[in-house]
């Protein structure tokens, strides 16, 4: 009997520590996606930023042209 004790004893403490591993899996990937996002909003700035100023050299290109 004091075996089946011990063994429950043991897979209650296995199980409860692989449920906190989990949590902290989940925070991290959390943190991660959030990078992520931030990364690829900043990157859609850039590339937006990029295409206004093409647009502003092909204007001017096209007003040098016209002289």
Wanted: with cysteine; glycine share 2%.
């Amino acid at each position: 009997m004091k075996t089946y004790i011990k063994l429950f004893t043991f897979l209650l403490v296995v199980g409860v520590i692989s449920c906190t591993d989990k949590k902290k899996e989940e925070e991290e990937t959390k943190v991660a996606v959030e990078k992520i996002e931030a990364v690829e909003s900043e990157l859609d700035q850039v590339s937006q930023e990029v295409e206004t100023k093409a647009k502003e050299l092909e204007k001017s290109l096209e007003d040098l042209d016209d002289i």
